[in-house]
């Protein structure tokens, strides 16, 4: 039923969906990756990630006043890892049922299939003289999202003191080296920044969180002062030149005019363990890119059996 994704999207649906990643058959796996979310990346829904079940809870609840706002109309998948995230257990901090129905508000859509008084057509055939106009549509909606998200974040922070971003930064403003990655893997770089911190290492994290729309502009600013940069990606695109993200902040940077030597790691397939050794020898191989100042191989891979 892949091609549902795309008709949702199509019928400008704001249907949001909690995606729990797991690797996409074959061989057969269930375990964490992101093929699943990375595979849909182009299907014209906003896709949002979570470093931990606190994070997924509250993107939940803003998706719904972003996916419905009249400006965007578009569907939702909030992403979370499989069994790391979605099968543990921590604290999170609830609201009560009747703020977060306060916050989402009621949706009341403009056209439906169940009004009597405007008759119309779901699923129609769309030839030549119009798809290409009602995917711009499309578009310019994912564009608009962009300020939707940030303005109900703004809304979700006044209520609930948690501030939430296109992407985190963590000990970035004046690092040297940085990875760049999504959902759980940034809570073990963070402990892995602290520990090179305290070495004298000027390591930094940019965990992305908003994924479609990507922050082009804002990514290429954020990481356009240091010397090195690792993007992580938990799936493999396949392609033989580095993974979906790492792939969008490539482009981001040089549309961005800023020049940082800049590697993939894939990492993580099927549910593969990342640890704090994994993610220190990431962090020394960017350390010997700026010592060096050259890279022998930009497509690596990172806790893979040799």
Request: one cysteine or more; hydrophobic letters at 40%.
């Amino acid at each position: 039923m892949w091609e549902m994704i795309y008709i949702a999207s199509s019928l400008r649906l704001p249907i949001v969906m909690s995606l729990v990643n797991r690797a996409v058959s074959g061989p057969l796996n269930i375990h964490c990756d992101h093929s699943d979310a990375m595979g849909a990346r182009d299907s014209g829904w906003i896709m949002l990630f979570s470093e931990n079940n606190q994070e997924a809870y509250d993107n939940l609840i803003m998706a719904h006043r972003i996916a419905e706002h009249k400006d965007v109309l578009l569907p939702l998948m909030v992403c979370q890892d499989g069994f790391i995230t979605s099968h543990s257990i921590e604290n999170i901090e609830l609201l009560e049922d009747d703020k977060v129905k306060e916050f989402v508000g009621t949706y009341h859509p403009e056209h439906y299939l169940l009004n009597e008084k405007e008759q119309m057509a779901i699923g129609p055939l769309d030839v030549q003289s119009y798809l290409f106009e009602h995917k711009y549509q499309q578009a310019e909606a994912m564009r608009n999202a962009k300020k939707v998200i940030s303005e109900v974040a703004k809304d979700f922070e006044k209520m609930t003191g948690r501030k939430y971003s296109f992407f985190e930064e963590y000990m970035l403003e004046d690092a040297e080296i940085a990875i760049v990655c999504m959902n759980s893997t940034a809570g073990t770089a963070k402990t892995v920044v602290d520990e090179l911190r305290a070495n004298g290492v000027k390591a930094g994290l940019l965990k992305v969180r908003m994924f479609r729309p990507f922050p082009t502009e804002e990514i290429a600013n954020s990481l356009g002062h240091l010397k090195a940069i690792a993007v992580m990606d938990r799936s493999d695109s396949l392609n033989g030149a580095g993974g979906a993200l790492f792939e969008d902040v490539v482009s981001s940077m040089y549309v961005g005019q800023k020049q940082v030597p800049t590697v993939s790691y894939v990492y993580g397939i099927g549910g593969r363990d990342t640890t704090s050794k994994d993610i220190h020898e990431v962090y020394s191989y960017l350390q010997e890119v700026v010592d060096s100042g050259k890279i022998d191989n930009p497509y690596r891979y990172v806790g893979l059996r040799k």
